[in-house]
């Protein structure tokens, strides 16, 4: 607050006893006479910035004044410092959500797993193809030749990659490979071999394929499922990641509840400046009282409380008077 800019309007209405202050009455009386001679109000002034220093509170309104600078610039301090720690999270918050780390790891797993699950299902297709072809072609009268047999078991292997393709693109790609080479093996038997397979090896085609068929599909069936809840549950083990870390960084920021910090500094701030307040009115008012005894006796209509930039105002200057009343030559 310091020295407040502030205009004392003392208009003396009571008439009071003169006791004392003899001195200081006849300090101003020769300049109050000169005054007399002109119309209109007597207005007197009086330098607020002399006159309240000499009050025996000024000390500790001076201390108070000091504790409420100290108290607002811990608050700024603090604030400034909560204020980067808040930015710092956010920081950190932002680069847990780019951070590719989690969701890369998560599509590892998840790639693991379906080809884990796709190369279990086709090793059993494999395991169960030769187990039939074996089956029916021991029923035959005539036994194939070899030849014949390796071909219909690449047929038959081919029909494996008639399905929709793998989820992974590196799968994917290992997918259509494999299917070429297969496809590749295939022409070249068929090249080497005479112009037709012989009945029996068109049957047992068929008959394999046929029991195969069913197979396959459902096998399909069980692998896409498999994808979508593997999907699912690491969608959610990667959340779950993603909301610990994000915790984590909200704890080690260790920042208190804004509004609360708040307003637990205002009310300390508050507190402090309602002190500076009632000391620096007791001042005020020790010196209007001592305005009104001197303005009294000299007749004054109105005493003006000026500021050091204030020096323009004409008006008779009682503060002497008032120095003189708190015992001050």
Not at 271 to 292: C, T
Request: proline share 3%.
């Amino acid at each position: 607050m310091g020295y407040r800019k502030k205009r004392l309007a003392l208009l003396v209405i009571v008439a009071l006893a003169v006791i004392g202050m003899i001195g200081a009455y006849l300090f101003v009386t020769n300049r109050q006479q000169a005054s007399l001679l002109h119309k209109g109000p007597s207005i007197g002034v009086v330098r607020m910035d002399e006159v309240i220093r000499l009050n025996p509170s000024y000390e500790e309104y001076q201390k108070a004044q000091r504790e409420l600078e100290a108290l607002q610039a811990q608050y700024q301090g603090e604030q400034a410092s909560l204020n980067a720690k808040v930015m710092m999270r956010e920081e950190a918050l932002k680069s847990l959500s780019l951070d590719q780390g989690l969701t890369d790891s998560y599509n590892t797993e998840l790639k693991a797993k379906l080809k884990a699950r796709e190369d279990q299902m086709n090793a059993d297709l494999d395991r169960k193809r030769h187990e039939l072809m074996a089956k029916y072609a021991a029923e035959q009268k005539v036994s194939p030749r070899d030849t014949d047999l390796a071909i219909v078991n690449l047929q038959l292997a081919l029909m494996t990659y008639d399905r929709p393709l793998p989820y992974d693109p590196d799968q994917r790609q290992a997918f259509l490979s494999k299917k070429a080479d297969l496809q590749a093996q295939l022409q070249e038997l068929l090249a080497k071999r005479k112009p037709n397979i012989s009945g029996n090896i068109a049957d047992i085609r068929a008959r394999v394929e046929a029991e195969l068929k069913p197979i396959m599909e459902e096998g399909q069936k069980d692998l896409d499922a498999y994808a979508q809840s593997v999907h699912k549950d690491l969608s959610a083990k990667r959340d779950s990641d993603l909301q610990a870390k994000a915790k984590g960084i909200m704890n080690e920021s260790n920042l208190p509840n804004a509004a609360q910090w708040n307003q637990t500094w205002q009310e300390r701030l508050d507190d402090k400046q309602a002190q500076v307040d009632a000391i620096y009115q007791s001042m005020e008012e020790d010196v209007r009282m001592r305005v009104a005894i001197i303005a009294e006796s000299q007749h004054l209509d109105l005493v003006l409380a000026l500021d050091r930039d204030e020096a323009n105002v004409s008006g008779l200057d009682i503060t002497d008077a008032i120095v003189t009343s708190y015992g001050v030559e």
